[in-house]
Antibody
Framework: QVQLVQSGAEVKKPGASVKVSCKAS????????VHWVRQAPGQGLEWMGR????????VYAQKFRGRVTVTGDTSITTVYMELTNLRSDDTAVYYC??????????WGQGTTVTVSS | QSALTQPASVSGSPGQSLTISCTGT?????????VSWYQQHPGKVPKLMIFDVSNRPSGVPDRFSGSKSGNTASLTISGLQAEDEADYYC??????????FGGGTKLTVL
């Protein structure tokens, strides 16, 4: 079945970087964009960016430009999201999601990133 | 890109109908027929309920419907059930080739 499986929880110190992976299976990896969305504790969903795995093309939310990088490895059908210069307000659950018909039809299970000194 | 505007909360009794609004601009909701809606129960992963303004994915009850007029999209839930109690988020494609979410609406079934 179609699924996205993300890497495990991370605890980082302020100023550090985090890289979260998202392993896709059950569909043609290069046929769908993959988006990254985060949700801070008790808050709403926030779109961060997306990648076209076919050519590596990316689009980022203005808020995260310069701090976020989304990459993909077609050989292992995996997408990565790296966020640098972490702050306490980056503490959130980070989701990857497949884009079908400009909507997120399949979501990863989420990865909790905690930023604390 | 500013978040789309949703009411913070709505409530209704079982069997009733209610509508959640989602207001954007001509750069997002008003400019494209790419509005989607997501349901999220506490501690769970969001679930796609509506795509392309008014289309339901397979398995979503037809009690859920979507529409759009100008810069405002709407999600209507008819025949409200206890299991519909959740947070709902709208989402739109934007003129900068990205997405933007609404702030979310907490639906309470009385």
């Amino acid at each position: 079945q179609v699924q996205l499986v993300q890497s495990g929880a991370e605890v980082k110190k302020p100023g550090a970087s985090v890289k979260v992976s998202c392993k896709a299976s059950g569909y043609t990896f290069t046929g769908y964009y993959v988006h990254w969305v985060r949700q801070a504790p008790g808050q709403g969903l926030e779109w961060m960016g997306r990648i076209d795995p076919k050519n590596g093309g990316t689009v980022y939310a203005q808020k995260f430009r310069g701090r976020v990088t989304v990459t993909g490895d077609t050989s292992i059908t995996t997408v990565y999201m790296e966020l640098t210069n972490l702050r306490s307000d980056d503490t959130a659950v980070y989701y990857c999601a497949r884009d079908s018909r400009v909507a997120a039809d399949v979501w990863g299970q989420g990865t909790t990133v905690t930023v604390s000194s | 890109q500013s978040a789309l505007t949703q009411p913070a909360s709505v409530s209704g009794s079982p069997g009733q109908s209610l509508t959640i609004s989602c207001t954007g601009t001509s750069n997002d909701v008003g400019g494209y027929d790419y509005v989607s809606w997501y349901q999220q129960h506490p501690g769970k992963v969001p679930k796609l309920m509506i795509f392309d303004v008014s289309n339901r994915p397979s398995g979503v009850p037809d009690r859920f419907s979507g529409s759009k007029s100008g810069n405002t999209a709407s999600l209507t839930i008819s025949g409200l059930q206890a299991e519909d109690e959740a947070d709902y988020y709208c989402n739109s494609y934007t003129n900068t080739y990205g997405w933007v979410f609404g702030g979310g609406t907490k639906l309470t079934v009385l």
